[in-house]
């Protein structure tokens, strides 16, 4: 397929007002899934599961099976819908949605249509200046998810070329809440960004609430980007696409980028756009055509007969809305200021996702500065060299415990960061790590004397250069210290004990 014509994006917008809308699915982790009593593959239990062990006759479609809702699921989803600003309806109904899904065994999907369970809120969403957007929710209604096809023989990954697929139907009816934007007007050359910063604050909303693991790389939560362009001046909306399950905020950004360049190009040459889905290619940084876009009419919802309306009682409702944690925005603020960090310091926290990590490692104790240096460095480092998230190597009471042993003395940085090695292979708390591989510093003054005597009688000029106001000159008995004592002896103290030498008749 050739490569399509792209207008550059301030060009694109000078001639052309871009207007988005965004569709983010959110599972949540429930022990079990949304229709049966098979095991939620979402929950943290059971992401290792092999496939088709976490199933049941309703996620398999098999006749006579009979759906029952999960209602830990629709608390879940009224605690998200007053997240987002939105009225929880006082009765909602589930609709089957009629459509050819391979990995759905009933071929239709249980969702709501015309009667959502959370309509018309908003949320706030902050940009990387600071700026506040408040993003218009049209509704989020609750569904199931469709299983997993993974296609086998092709170059790309994807049906066309496949060999044959494999169906997994452990994800088929995970429960889903699907939030949907109203069409969001005046980003301008910022949409990509609010795209991204919409997505992560979806993400922190779902963690705050506890309702989801929001991974974004394990497909928790999956964003379609839909993306439309107008002439300056002109009131009607042009045809929208809508780029599918894209999984990570960087992409996001990418995508609506890619989509609005792309779209220029076409208009500008005299063309026209084609409403249809649109697969995202991270390694190319493109989209390329799905199928065409699909209207309402088009699924035949219909309301599922098997299922009662839901109708949660004010009561319910007023004790979700009770308990509703701080808004993510606000939240940023107060830690910002909290901490004292510069927003440079306070932006890399954020972009790393370790906000979380920070937060409870300063409650355990660490100084903010130090809790962001563990993070943002050495545990990153370690994590993106073996492909893990930071927040599942270590605990951040460990981190606080460590960064007190070198608060005391303890510890140097470099020793602790052996402490943070063997914390992370499962050695134990860092003062058991400590004690086992005897790694705290030797503060005996009597130790470190003989071993700078040693150092002076390998280099008996050192002292002399000290005396004649050379004082860099100890730097060479420093590191010979180190080596002799491993790197467990205190570097200042070690020099101030040399100066004294140095100051003796």
Not at 6 to 35: Q, S, W, Y
Not at 324 to 331: G, I, N, T, V
Request: charged share 25%; hydrophobic share 40%; glycine share 8%.
């Amino acid at each position: 397929m050739a490569a399509a014509q792209l207008m550059d994006f301030d060009k694109a917008l000078e001639m052309f007002e871009p207007v988005i809308g965004l569709e983010v699915h959110v599972e949540l982790n429930t022990k079990t899934k949304m229709f049966s009593p098979a095991a939620n593959p979402a929950h943290a239990d059971n992401h290792d599961a092999e496939p088709n062990t976490l199933v049941a006759p309703v996620d398999l479609g098999l006749p006579g099976a009979m759906p029952t809702v999960n209602a830990e699921a629709i608390r879940s989803s009224i605690s998200l819908g007053l997240a987002l600003g939105c009225s929880i309806a006082p009765s909602s109904r589930f609709a089957r949605k009629n459509y050819f899904y391979p990995d759905l065994g009933k071929n239709y999907q249980i969702s709501q249509y015309d009667e959502p369970i959370a309509f018309e809120g908003q949320v706030d969403v902050e940009l990387t200046d600071g700026t506040i957007v408040t993003v218009p929710i049209e509704r989020a209604h609750m569904e199931e998810d469709a299983g997993k096809l993974t296609h086998v023989g092709g170059a790309t990954g994807r049906i066309q070329g496949a060999e044959y697929s494999l169906v997994d139907y452990n994800r088929a009816g995970v429960p889903l809440v699907e939030i949907v934007t109203k069409p969001i007007f005046g980003a301008e050359h910022r949409a990509p960004e609010l795209a991204k910063a919409y997505l992560a604050t979806i993400r922190d909303i779902a963690i705050a609430l506890g309702i989801s693991e929001a991974r974004m790389e394990r497909g928790n939560i999956r964003c379609d980007a839909n993306v439309s362009l107008r002439p300056r001046g002109e009131e009607r909306l042009g045809t929208r696409t809508e780029t599918k399950n894209v999984n990570s905020m960087r992409s996001v950004e990418r995508a609506v980028r890619y989509e609005i360049q792309r779209q220029a190009a076409i208009l500008a040459g005299g063309g026209t756009i084609t409403q249809e889905t649109r697969h995202w290619h991270e390694d190319t940084g493109t989209t390329s055509p799905g199928r065409p876009k699909s209207d309402a009419d088009d699924y035949r919802y219909f309301p599922e007969p098997d299922l009662l309306p839901v109708a949660p009682s004010a009561e319910l409702i007023e004790e979700l809305r009770a308990a509703l944690p701080e808004p993510p925005a606000a939240r940023r603020r107060r830690l910002k200021a909290d901490w004292g960090f510069t927003d440079l310091e306070f932006q890399d926290v954020v972009n790393g996702g370790l906000l979380n990590e920070v937060e409870a490692t300063v409650a355990a104790g660490a100084a903010p500065q130090s809790a962001r240096k563990w993070w943002t460095g050495e545990i990153t480092r370690i994590a993106n060299a073996e492909g893990r998230e930071p927040g599942a190597l270590v605990a951040p009471e460990h981190v606080a415990a460590l960064q007190g042993l070198v608060d005391e003395g303890t510890l140097t940085d470099k020793l602790a960061r052996q402490v943070l090695e063997g914390v992370i292979a499962g050695e134990g708390t860092p003062q058991e790590v400590v004690d086992a591989r005897g790694l705290a510093v030797v503060s005996d003054d009597g130790a470190l004397i003989a071993a700078i005597d040693e150092a002076l009688a390998a280099q008996p000029d050192v002292l002399q250069k000290i005396r004649d106001g050379k004082v860099q000159a100890a730097g060479a008995i420093i590191g010979a210290v180190m080596k002799a004592m491993k790197g467990q002896a205190d570097a200042a103290r070690v020099r101030e004990l040399i100066l004294e030498r140095a100051s003796q008749a």
